[in-house]
């Protein structure tokens, strides 16, 4: 698994607990977390901790996730990678957050593109998952437009303080993504 992915605007890199402080001013932001599936955090020790617990999936490779962090001035905006790998049947999950403040700036698109990338050619996955809150609109445009299919409504499939919620799935395929990337060079 790679511990760093490098783009034009943005790199990802292994979340570290010395990204602690960064990630906690958005996982403690309630308009991040909305549709989160954690609770928003009150403290830099939770980020700690859940930064901790991701990298022991990370060295188990049952999951990964990155810090985003722009290029232009190391500044970190947000987090993203696989939530799960299901390697007998060669698909992930992927997942993303963002500051508030970098919404609509094209970011997430990048970030989800380059997952999409990693996933299909160096991984040799077959089909990326995302689950998405029905009221997460951004999120879902954003699945929409980069070629993900919907595939139904899981109702009452996660569990939050308030209860259970419905989560939509959506998938893309290595054959969608691959007929995606040749079309736009058809272009």
């Given at each position: 698994?790679?511990?760093?992915?490098?783009?034009?605007?943005?790199?990802?890199?292994?979340?570290?607990?010395?990204?602690?402080?960064?990630?906690?001013?958005?996982?403690?932001?309630?308009?991040?977390?909305?549709?989160?599936?954690?609770?928003?955090?009150?403290?830099?020790?939770?980020?700690?901790?859940?930064?901790?617990?991701?990298?022991?999936?990370?060295?188990?490779?049952?999951?990964?996730?990155?810090?985003?962090?722009?290029?232009?001035?190391?500044?970190?905006?947000?987090?993203?990678?696989?939530?799960?790998?299901?390697?007998?049947?060669?698909?992930?999950?992927?997942?993303?957050?963002?500051?508030?403040?970098?919404?609509?700036?094209?970011?997430?698109?990048e970030v989800v593109m380059t997952l999409l990338r990693y996933g299909f050619q160096e991984l040799h996955l077959n089909r990326i998952e995302a689950k998405v809150a029905p009221k997460n609109?951004?999120?879902?445009?954003?699945?929409?437009?980069?070629?993900?299919?919907?595939?139904?409504?899981?109702?009452?499939?996660?569990?939050?303080?308030?209860?259970?919620?419905?989560?939509?799935?959506?998938?893309?395929?290595?054959?969608?993504?691959?007929?995606?990337a040749s079309d736009k060079m058809d272009k």
């Amino acid at each position: 698994m790679k511990s760093q992915l490098q783009l034009e605007r943005i790199k990802l890199v292994q979340s570290e607990r010395e990204h602690a402080p960064a990630l906690f001013k958005f996982w403690s932001d309630p308009m991040v977390t909305r549709y989160m599936n954690i609770e928003t955090f009150t403290t830099v020790e939770e980020a700690i901790t859940m930064i901790d617990l991701l990298n022991k999936f990370a060295a188990k490779k049952q999951a990964n996730r990155y810090t985003i962090i722009t290029m232009k001035n190391d500044e970190i905006i947000g987090s993203c990678g696989f939530n799960y790998f299901d390697y007998d049947n060669a698909k992930a999950e992927v997942g993303y957050d963002l500051g508030k403040e970098y919404w609509g700036r094209g970011f997430a698109s990048e970030v989800v593109m380059t997952l999409l990338r990693y996933g299909f050619q160096e991984l040799h996955l077959n089909r990326i998952e995302a689950k998405v809150a029905p009221k997460n609109e951004r999120s879902i445009k954003l699945l929409e437009r980069l070629g993900f299919s919907y595939e139904g409504l899981l109702r009452q499939s996660e569990k939050t303080k308030d209860g259970f919620i419905d989560v939509m799935l959506y998938s893309i395929l290595k054959q969608d993504f691959s007929k995606q990337a040749s079309d736009k060079m058809d272009k």
